[in-house]
């Protein structure tokens, strides 16, 4: 089992920042990839960016150029620095985890609001 515990969401301008984390605890396997997606309402869950546990890195395209994600290895932590938010990037965001050896595990979900 792993717990994947959320924060950083809220409120915030459109051309503002916000950075989420996202905490991973349990069987934690060496070999992982971590990630954000996010579910506006009346859409689908998409991928935002995930990495590796090596550190390759991959990104929607809509976020290219404005969202970073990064890692600490050590503490099974993954960041989602987010800036010149849209009202678009408005979202409910959850963090993911997943190997090639396990189910994927998810965070209970941040919301992410960005205002005109």
């Known amino acids: 089992q792993v717990q994947l515990v959320e924060s950083g969401g809220g409120l915030v301008q459109a051309g503002g920042s916000l950075r989420l984390s996202c905490a991973a605890s349990?069987?934690?396997?060496?070999?992982?990839?971590m990630g954000w997606y996010r579910q506006a309402p009346g859409k689908q869950r998409e991928l935002v960016a995930d990495?590796?546990?090596?550190?390759?890195?991959n990104y929607a395209d809509s976020v290219k150029g404005r969202f970073t994600i990064s890692r600490d290895n050590a503490k099974t932590t993954v960041y989602l620095q987010m800036n010149n938010l849209k009202p678009e990037d408005t979202a409910v965001y959850y963090c993911g985890y997943y190997t090639d050896l396990t189910n994927p595990y998810w965070g209970q979900g941040t919301q992410v609001t960005v205002s005109s």
């Open positions: 349990g069987s934690i396997f060496s070999r992982n990839r």
């Open positions: 990495i590796t546990s090596g550190g390759f890195t």
